[in-house]
């Protein structure tokens, strides 16, 4: 017996240190992200006060593609209802519910399961870029409170706040790609890939006779390992130096396997975050396309990572009008490095 009247009091006095701490806990938690999406602030504002177009970016969505969803209402108009219901444990089911809508903020009430809190958009920009913020005052249940204390919640839901700017970002500059210098400027995702190449420094003046010079040579050393060409001609570049006046490039040919390096030749991977311009004319005159480049990434606090490439996607022998040569310009980037202090 008393073993069990202990055990009762230990639990009794559990249940007033939870109600203890339930009082003296903060009733909500306000958790809030921003991000710049070049795009202008209408296309972010269509895309954020209409429920039918939250499956383009929303970080549940992505989750779950085949949630069950419904609308009630005048869609974008204050009363509208979005409900979803879904079997993925991070995204549950509950009711998004249109308060009030303008250009510059956008308000809602959700309730996931647990208490219905107020939700926000918050925008400024122009017809250009748009800095947007997305954030939740999380109102707890008052038994759950306790819970609050010791849970990372702007942690827990800034990371699903995180991940649906980011699919805004995209979907949306997808939609209004700015141009620089005349040129579109498209982020994509490069899958790994395996060049055979033979590089070296080459005076500017010299680059076609040292492409026509080493092509061959490369393309027999990728037939020897038993490697094909998967690939139309890549120049690869390192250095563009003005004052020298040379560069330090490479003659390369994507090739279907990884093989082993050869006497005179280099194997290089690449893939991962890109940038590229689809540049038509003559494969020599990009360099205002690479100067578009570099305006994108000064705007965007990007950094190259070596080599560029330009892919030359059409074949000079085939087609004899410049004007129709295609050329991928491919810059591998990641974010800027602040300078240490």
Known sequence: MKLLK???????????????????????????????????????????????????????????????????????????????????ENVGKGYQKLITST?????????????????????????????????????????????????????YVGKDYENG??????????????????????????EEAWYVAFRDTVAFQNIPQFIAEKTPLVLEAAGKAGAKPDSMLTGMFWTYDTVLMNTNMAVAFGIDKQMKPAPGVEVIKTGGNAIIID?????????????????????????????ILEEYLTDPTLEPDTSKWLTRIVYFVKPLEEPKK
């Open 165 to 190: 700017l980011a699919h805004l970002k995209k979907y949306c500059e997808a939609l209004n790609p700015k141009e620089y210098r005349g040129f579109r400027v498209k982020a994509v995702e490069r």
């Open 6 to 88: 202990y055990l009762f009091l230990t639990l009794v006095g559990i249940a007033i240190l939870w109600l203890l701490l339930c009082l003296l806990a903060k009733k909500s938690y306000r958790v809030e992200r921003s991000l710049d999406i070049y795009a202008p602030k209408a296309t972010v504002y269509e895309q954020i006060r209409l429920f039918k177009n939250f499956t383009n970016w929303s970080p549940w969505h992505f989750m779950d593609p085949n949630m069950k969803i419904s609308i009630e209402g005048t869609d974008g108009e204050p009363g509208a209802v979005y409900r979803w219901e879904s079997q993925h």
């Open 279 to 307: 540049f038509l004319g003559d494969f020599g005159k990009t360099a205002e396309a690479h100067m578009a480049m570099d305006e994108y990434m000064a705007e965007r606090k990007l950094q190259q990572i070596p080599p």
């Open 103 to 155: 250009p510059v903020r956008v308000d809602y009430e959700v309730d996931f399961g647990l208490e219905p809190s107020p939700v926000y958009f918050i925008l400024d920009g122009d017809s250009i870029k748009t800095s947007i913020t997305w954030g939740m005052d999380l109102h707890l249940p008052f038994l759950m409170r306790a819970g609050g204390m010791f849970t990372d919640l702007n942690m």
